[in-house]
């Protein structure tokens, strides 16, 4: 695996959500499972995909869904079911079969290096396993691809990467089709988590893309952390102070900042300590 797909991994364990971080772990490393439509169907198969991703605006979890769907299908002993909403859902079964195997492998890996198998749903590395864990997937892929992350401010429509190259959201990820959030002028700050950034004729976009609700995973889990002092015209702020991670910065009371200062250093303790003992 690739050593952003690892550092995904040994987070997973720390935050509960080693199954489903095996799965994007998996598709990240592999080709797409979807099938390249005709030009005729294009809007009709990328709708498809949108419903796929369920409001997570997320490419890594939109695949993570089908192979939940999958395992769903298999358990019941339905599999030629599974190929019939393949065929509706123009996803590539072969694909989809292979990446689902190869999560097997990684588990395999992982158990012989000493972590506990990813797989299992009654142990610790899961207990975040639920409806409601999308924020802990979103800090997992943050803390994977990072330094890939980009931003943009209000009333813009392209991202800025941490090199300050401006992107688009590559024509392939799901936040770039029609009626998705980031496929329009943004209202806020936000922030992605992105695969690569590709050269094209004229520009560059941005693939594989997670919108970020929070820039707390890039605080907590990501780059150098930093705080300081405040200051307002050339004063300072003697209750508020700046907490940064490299390009990232947020201001905050004193307290909150100290607090943060706090929980960052035990994490990074918790990975090294994982890292040199995965037992």
């Known amino acids: 695996l690739e050593p ?3 550092k995904m991994l040994i987070w997973s364990y720390i935050l509960g959500c080693a199954k489903d971080t095996t799965g994007m772990a998996v598709a990240m490393s592999y080709k797409s499972p979807f099938i390249l439509p005709p030009p005729s169907m ?7 995909q949108v419903n796929l991703s369920d409001g997570t605006e997320s490419d890594q979890v939109t695949v993570l869904n089908i192979l939940n769907e999958l395992d769903r299908f298999y ?9 019939g909403y393949c065929k ?29 198998d990813p797989s299992d749903l009654n142990s610790w590395n899961n207990r975040n ?16 691809l990072y330094p890939n ?24 990820s799901i936040n ?24 094209g004729v004229t520009s560059y976009s941005l693939n594989q893309t997670t919108h970020l609700a929070s820039p707390m995973p890039l605080l907590l889990l990501c780059g150098n952390f930093r705080i300081r002092p405040a200051y307002v015209n050339g004063e300072k702020v003697s209750n508020i102070c700046v907490v940064s991670t ?33 037992s």
């Open 42 to 48: 294009r809007r009709e198969v990328e709708q498809i």
């Open 149 to 172: 992350i980009a931003s943009r401010e209000q009333g813009q429509m392209k991202f800025s990467t941490f090199s300050n190259q401006k992107a688009k959201i590559h024509l392939s």
């Open 176 to 199: 770039a089709y029609k009626g998705q959030p980031l496929s329009k002028k943004s209202q806020m700050l936000e922030y992605i988590a992105y695969g690569e950034l590709v050269k």
């Open 88 to 116: 509706r859902n123009f996803i590539n079964n072969p694909t989809i079969n292979m990446i689902s195997d190869l999560r097997k492998n990684i588990s395999r890996e992982l158990r012989a290096i000493g972590f506990d």
């Open 246 to 278: 490299d390009e990232i910065f947020c201001q905050c009371n004193r307290e909150s900042g100290y607090a943060l200062a706090i929980l960052r250093k035990r994490l990074d303790d918790i990975v090294e300590y994982i890292v040199a003992n995965p």
């Open 75 to 83: 358990n019941r002993g339905k599999r030629n079911q599974f190929y």
């Open 129 to 144: 396993m639920s409806q409601g864990n999308l924020p802990f997937l979103q800090a997992v892929i943050a803390a994977g």
């Open 4 to 6: 952003k797909v690892g």
